[in-house]
């Protein structure tokens, strides 16, 4: 049996420049980090022959095009696995719709579990770009490719994303000091609720297709928050990135309709009366977790349980998608 986890993420600065009606014509930045929640994915040779599959539900297919699962289906595409024999189960540490990148960071499991059972090196890059390829690209999804990245190399980690769909990866330059701060004082909760960012996620892209001014400006404005972030957070000027969080946030909401409403709102306003000095929602909006920059974390931790949210503690990952058993 295969074992492979992915890391999921949070954005740190710059998300929404990864998609390609945004990057192919002005070029995208975004900073993100890999945390230790994770997306497992199990691969091995059952018995009899067939494709068995344990996800949310429970597929047995004759044949790959009769996959209902799509990421599942285009993966098994990628590979010439012969006449189908294999079983795939997958569960998460997070649920789905969160914010946390876990679908990209399903497909880079999945694709690194595949690359294992056929016997084929993939590099962390590689593995990147066939995600963003099975999700983008196949399925036709209006992702970035943040998710795919990030997973694939794990770290506190900018990139670059070029016109020519080529992506420069480069660690945040921050030391120990910097880092461990950070860690400690970024916050996350859950609001109780997941939501799919299909929906906001098309708008930007279409407005993007449309050369919509107010979309191409606020994605310029983010773009720039992003860099403004790295510079800031390498010079150890966390009370200065906590501020820019909430710069990005707040042109966040101007920029979609859907990006957050009036309960996310209350609970953003209670955060920054009682210890935040910036925060967002993680992922496209409108649900999943907030995550804040905390100069007073008991008090902070306080109020957002009082207000009836749930924090989930965690650590930032250094590793990026790996087997973990094989």
Not at 114 to 127: D, K, N, Q, Y
Not at 190 to 212: P, W
Not at 242 to 269: C, F, T, V
Request: net charge negative.
């Amino acid at each position: 049996m295969i074992i492979v986890k992915s890391p999921l993420r949070i954005s740190l600065g710059g998300g929404g420049t990864d998609l390609p009606s945004y990057y192919r014509n002005h070029g995208g930045f975004l900073l993100a980090a890999a945390i230790d929640k994770f997306v497992y994915v199990t691969v091995s040779k059952p018995f009899y022959p067939g494709i068995f599959l344990k996800y949310s539900k429970i597929e047995h297919a004759k044949e790959i095009d009769d996959i209902q699962h799509p990421i599942i289906r285009e993966s098994l595409h990628q590979f010439d696995i012969g006449r189908p024999q294999i079983e795939i189960t997958t569960l998460a540490d997070i649920p789905a719709g969160t914010g946390l990148g876990s679908s990209g960071s399903f497909t880079t499991a999945l694709l690194r579990a595949l690359h294992a059972h056929v016997r084929s090196i993939v590099t962390p890059g590689e593995l990147a770009e066939q995600a963003c390829h099975v999700e983008i690209d196949r399925l036709g999804e209006p992702i970035g490719k943040q998710d795919q990245y990030i997973a694939a190399f794990g770290g506190i980690t900018c990139f670059t994303f070029r016109q020519d769909d080529t992506v420069e990866v480069q660690p945040l330059a921050v030391n120990d000091e910097t880092r461990y701060s950070l860690e400690d004082n970024l916050l996350l909760f859950f609001t109780g609720f997941a939501r799919s960012a299909s929906a906001v996620l098309q708008d930007q892209d279409r407005r993007t297709r449309e050369n919509d001014s107010q979309m191409i400006d606020s994605l310029h404005y983010l773009k720039d928050i992003g860099l403004r972030s790295k510079a800031t957070l390498e010079c150890g000027d966390l009370a200065g990135f906590g501020k820019l969080m909430d710069e990005q946030w707040e042109n966040k909401r101007r920029r979609s309709k859907g990006a957050s409403n009036p309960q996310i709102d209350e609970w953003y306003r209670i955060a920054r009366n009682n210890g935040a000095v910036g925060g967002k929602l993680i992922g496209a909006g409108g649900g999943g977790f907030l995550m804040f920059y905390a100069e007073d974390k008991v008090r902070l931790r306080h109020a957002m349980c009082e207000a009836g949210l749930t924090e989930v503690r965690f650590r930032f990952d250094f590793e990026g998608t790996r087997i973990v058993a094989q």
